[in-house]
């Protein structure tokens, strides 16, 4: 058999992603907590504050991980979701449903601490502007996502609607990334693009350390949810009998 | 205006959203196999 196609066939299988994610999940716990403690070091102890936006600037090394991971989530599960649809690999469909409660609760971090620095810097907590609204949508779009999931009594044709949604509903995503470009918007534009960044180097650190904490927390917690999925999914079937049996004894 | 209610505010609601993401599938994992593992001993018992 082609490795390529041996690679998938192997990782696609529940008991062998049961088995090797569970192994892997530890490690990433590790390596999110380790990096969110030293970013957290960095941005609330050595960095300083802003000349602007004063002491507020320390909530931006949550809030813009959490609405990077927001989109990030989505573009993911649209991917999952159309690889799911097209080559029916039940595993993707079952990663685009766990993926959606970890992107929602990034997008209500992102929403809630965007709020609490805006009251402080803009004068109010929420306004109707592009960015803040599309946002908005992103946390409904997600929650339309789990809600379809749950509104099927059949798993997999659930799963292939949930994934159907995630596709269409990515149409927002450009939406979100250029609204401070194509409207006029009170939400400022994007501080680090391909042209560099004018971000100090004693800020940038501790945001970058909390983005990339952000992708370990994110696969950790995806790796339990799709875990717990193929648990609830398969609970009739060999492989999960022979691991109840084998954790009985 | 002091800038530290926001801050607080922000960290500990993110806190308890990310709590709530990781411990979630943990807890609903424990009960599920509390579940099955209490239906395949009924299940022996009945045979």
Redesign the interface.
Known sequence: MNPIYLFFHKTGSPPWFYKYSGKLIPWLWAVFLILTAYGLYLGLVVAPADYQQ???V??MY??VP?AWMSMMIYGLMAIMGFIALVWRIRIMEVLVISSA??GA?FT??AL??GS??G??TWGTYWVWDARLTSELVLLFLYFGVIALYNAFDEPRKAARAASLMSIVGAINLPIIYFSVEWWNTLHQGSSMGSSGTGIHPSMLLPLLLMATATKF?YG??LL??A??TL??QD?RKRW??DL??K??H | ?S??P??V???L??AV??F???F???I??RS??RQ??NR?ANMDKSQ
């Open positions: 004063g002491e507020s320390r909530i949550l809030h959490s409660p970890v609760a209500v971090i809630i601490t609490l620095w009251r402080p927390f950790a917690n339990s949810r875990r717990l648990l609830k609970h999960v009998q109840l049996s954790e009985s | 205006m800038h530290t926001f801050i505010g922000a960290y609601i993110s959203v990310l709530w993401a990781a979630a599938p943990v609903n994992k599920l196999l099955l593992k395949q």
